[in-house]
């Protein structure tokens, strides 16, 4: 089983536990709302796009208001940790789509309410978590006005340069250390992580999803 499969069963299992009312570390949302939005992403993705693109916000809501009123918090997780249908096209894709989902949004649930320890992972794993660092970094960093370098052990740092005619490399910018799950969170714009800055902090401006 994929660390993406195996994050999905353990994210249902979270979820089933701690009912639907429970905090997570997306800003307004419960785990209801967090459990609607993991089933839409994948089962329909035209509505999930409102989370992006405002435009398309008014759609999200309404189908996520029919999702909710023919499904109970129970059956929407039951359908979303049942995994992708064979005729789904993001199957053949599950681990470069969903392993970073996967990790985030668990985290999201399992340290929303102020005790949490990070977990260990195997090498292959941390691979995998540094990988979408260096995918998302670009993104979730580029409004930051200096470069920002993201180094985890033993592996090569992560170096976003914010504009054209910045140097990537030198004392400018900011340096954030730690392992490449709290790397992974910290890009995404959590604050229950375990990172350290060093550096101009205050030339980095994080996105958050």
């Not at 536990?17 to 993991?38: N, Q």
């Not at 435009?55 to 499904?71: C, G, I, M, N, P």
Request: proline share 5%; hydrophobic share 45%; charged share 25%.
């Amino acid at each position: 089983m994929s660390f993406a499969a195996a994050e999905r069963q353990r994210l249902a299992e979270l979820l089933r536990a701690k009912g639907p009312d429970a905090p997570t570390l997306c800003e307004g949302w419960t785990t209801a709302d967090l459990a609607t939005h993991l089933l839409l992403r994948e089962q329909r993705p035209d509505a999930a796009a409102g989370i992006l693109v405002r435009k398309l916000s008014s759609h999200t809501a309404a189908v996520t208001q029919d999702y909710e009123s023919r499904f109970s918090y129970e059956e929407i997780v039951d359908r979303w940790a049942a995994g992708l249908s064979r005729w789904n096209p993001l199957r053949v894709a599950d681990s470069l789509v969903n392993t970073c989902e996967h990790f985030v949004h668990y985290e999201d649930v399992a340290r929303a309410e102020g005790e949490w320890e990070p977990r260990d992972f195997s090498a292959v794993v941390n691979d995998a978590l540094f990988r979408g660092v260096d995918r998302f970094a670009p993104i979730m960093l580029k409004k930051s006005t200096a470069p920002v370098h993201l180094v985890a052990p033993g592996r090569t740092p992560i170096t976003v340069a914010a504009r054209r005619g910045v140097a990537e490399h030198g004392d400018a910018g900011a340096w954030v250390y730690g392992d490449p799950g709290e790397l992974l969170l910290w890009v995404y714009g959590r604050d229950a992580v375990r990172v350290r800055i060093e550096g101009d902090a205050e030339c980095i401006v994080r996105s958050s999803i």
